[in-house]
């Protein structure tokens, strides 16, 4: 493979055709300068050591080694090579409850947009540990695999609303076995995964689906968002609703907090459990508790990278100079004798 780390150089590229302009331009003038005082044959056989040809090389050679230099700043990168990294940290997977009742606003301004603020300011907080993102309702989706790319991962954080999983319900326990299997088991990471939930109207196997999780040294921790008193759900985005969801009856459906499913979980996942509030999420507290319980463990990874050209091409190019350099522009009084330059007459 073959790349530039500062492409940007690479336009001092176009100064080449310029200096072969000016170059021909010197040409053509030293051509009428000779053609003003006489004939140029007997001009050139009174200064018989001059050599064109030499000049010509001798400019070639200037050329190519400007040309290099552009090039050697630009960066160049070819092949690979491999180097190791210590990695230290703790392995997290977010699942992210994106159901409809996510939209309620008993925790402003709602429930996932509140939990979306706070995973955003979590991945600013974040140095050595890997983070990936999965949302569920009915269904689970990975959103973002395990990566230290926080950048990347607040941009696709951003997009995510309630119309990403067309199936409605909160399938924890898929989103649990689909976590499971986003870790790399060869990693020596502590591994965790976080549920942001309201709980309710939980499908599938959950329970079972966390003593899996346990097996495999991971450890599930839960928020539970929303209030136990229940609220109605927004049919909108925004601030303003023109109205609320109904059920086929025509009723308001109602959201209430499943606090006991929720602690269920975290319980049978070796967690623990965090109530949210629109000032407190508790995803900061929770970190602190990761820190300390599951990075002890350190992971020596391998990677390719590309392996940097410029030392070689800068040595190329003082090679150029110095042979540039001992290139005389006339015949060396030592060397016509020999006559090893006869043929750059």
Not at 272 to 292: D, I, P, V, W
């Amino acid at each position: 493979m073959f790349g530039f780390e500062h492409r940007e150089y690479l336009y001092l590229l176009f100064i080449l055709p310029l200096l072969v302009g000016g170059y021909l331009f010197y040409l053509i003038r030293r051509k009428n300068d000779f053609r003003r005082f006489g004939n140029p044959e007997l001009i050139r056989n009174l200064v018989p050591d001059i050599s064109m040809v030499r000049n010509n090389l001798k400019f070639l050679l200037v050329l190519v080694s400007a040309g290099l230099l552009v090039v050697a700043l630009a960066g160049p990168r070819f092949g690979s090579k491999m180097t190791q990294v210590r990695h230290e940290g703790i392995d997290l997977m977010i699942a992210l409850d994106i159901s409809n009742s996510m939209l309620a606003e008993d925790i402003r301004p709602s429930r996932l947009e509140r939990a979306k603020q706070e995973l955003s300011r979590l991945l600013d907080k974040l140095e050595d540990d890997r983070i990936g993102l999965i949302v569920f309702a009915g269904e689970a989706y990975t959103q973002i695999p395990i990566t230290n790319d926080y950048l990347s991962a607040k941009m696709f954080l951003t997009g995510i609303n309630t119309e990403m999983v067309s199936r409605q319900g909160t399938a924890i326990g898929d989103a649990i076995n689909l976590a499971i299997r986003s870790f790399n088991s060869k990693s020596k990471a502590g591994k965790a995964i976080i549920i942001i939930s309201d709980g309710e109207d939980h499908e599938g196997e959950v329970v079972e689906a966390c003593k899996k999780a346990v097996e495999k040294g991971i450890r599930i921790y839960t928020i539970g968002m929303g209030s136990n008193e229940g609220v109605r759900i927004p049919s909108g985005h925004g601030s303003y609703h023109k109205d609320f969801l109904r059920d086929k009856d025509g009723n308001f459906v109602i959201t209430r907090l499943n606090e006991e499913m929720l602690k269920e979980v975290a319980t049978a996942g070796k967690g623990k459990y965090y109530r949210a509030s629109t000032a407190n999420l508790g995803l900061q507290n929770l970190l602190l508790e990761l820190n300390r319980q599951n990075k002890t463990g350190s992971e020596t990874t391998e990677y390719a990278e590309y392996n940097e050209q410029f030392p070689g091409i800068i040595w190329i190019v003082l090679v150029l100079l110095i042979i540039e350099f001992t290139i005389l522009n006339r015949k060396s009084k030592w060397f016509r004798k020999i006559r090893l330059f006869e043929q750059l007459k």
